[in-house]
């Protein structure tokens, strides 16, 4: 079975660009999450989709946002693009979350986005 | 909302010491995962623990969640520079919606 998959895994934007970023998650999974990595910070959850419906979002500001197709496939959108915002982008997909206790996680290699 | 600490932040072992990371909440934990992301990768899946004093192991590797499943711990025996990396806990938040990351323990195993 073929694992998450990211694109494009490196992405070099100047402030103010837009940049989407696309996941495809595991076959038969629904469920997409995204996460910000920076050093240092961790993993800052951004939101979750399943089933075409965002269910969940982080707190970060309105310039990020998502969606999901109807074959799972999920995208991200930044807007408006800061210095502040070059990090590693991670999806991770999972069955569904609240199918206990089928709920790990797996992620894809991630987008490195650099913005200068 | 919910957090979950993990310690400690940074850990420098000599190869063949043993190491530990202990993950906690302040309340119960339906269940949690362990994953361990090498340097330059992506976070990785290792265990999932579900039952109160639960033990699974790994090889060198052993999980355990606490009674009160508010704590889970993972102990690395005789490390090896495999080792190296960070090793993160995660747990469904209290809707059991979204999943709460600990903030990770980055093992660095000097040879």
């Known amino acids: 079975k073929a694992g998450v998959t990211q694109t494009p895994r490196y992405l070099i934007k100047t402030r103010g660009q837009q940049v989407t970023l696309s996941c495809s998650p595991i076959s038969g999974h629904r469920s997409v999450s995204w996460y910000q990595q920076t050093p240092g910070q961790g993993l800052q959850f951004l939101f979750e989709y399943f089933s075409e419906t965002q269910r969940n979002k982080g707190n970060f500001p309105g310039r990020f946002s998502g969606r999901q197709f109807s074959n799972s496939r999920s995208e991200m959108n930044v807007s408006t693009l800061e210095l502040g915002d070059s990090a590693l982008y991670l999806c991770?997909?999972?069955?569904?979350?609240?199918?206990?206790?089928?709920?790990?996680?797996?992620f894809g290699p991630g987008t490195r986005l650099t913005v200068l | 909302g919910q957090q979950v600490m993990q310690i400690p932040q940074y850990q420098h072992v000599q190869e063949g010491e043993d190491f530990t990371t202990y993950c906690n909440s302040s309340t119960t934990l339906s269940n949690i995962q362990w994953y361990k992301q090498r340097p330059g990768g992506h976070p990785v899946f290792l265990i999932q623990?579900?039952?109160?004093?639960e033990v699974k192991k790994q090889k060198r590797l052993t999980f355990q969640f606490g009674e009160a499943k508010k704590n889970s711990s993972l102990h690395i025996t005789a490390t090896q520079t495999t080792d190296v990396g960070t090793y993160f806990c995660d747990t469904p938040d209290n809707y059991g919606q979204n999943f709460v990351f600990g903030p990770g323990t980055r093992l660095s195993v000097l040879p």
């Open positions: 991770a997909s999972t069955i569904n979350p609240q199918m206990f206790p089928y709920n790990e996680q797996f």
């Open positions: 623990l579900v039952k109160s004093g």
